[in-house]
């Protein structure tokens, strides 16, 4: 449910985001999943996570009732092949 959640709305929102770089998500295990999206300034990244937090909360509520956890960092290192 949430894989076809960010491929089918997340993805095409974040696309069209400034600054926007990548999006990840991660099933963790026991029933978590881990999210990792970057952009190219932390001001870009702060507006992408309002942009994208109602929306989340809408589509994922029966899945995710508490609301997640939203920490902005600045990447220290970034590899793709």
Known sequence: MIEVAAK????????RMPGFVSHTVIDIGGDSVMSMTIFETQEQAEAGNAAVRHLVQQILSHVMPTPATIVVGRVMAHLDQ
């Not at 089918?8 to 696309?15: D, K």
């Open 8 to 15: 089918q709305q997340l993805f095409p929102l974040f696309e």
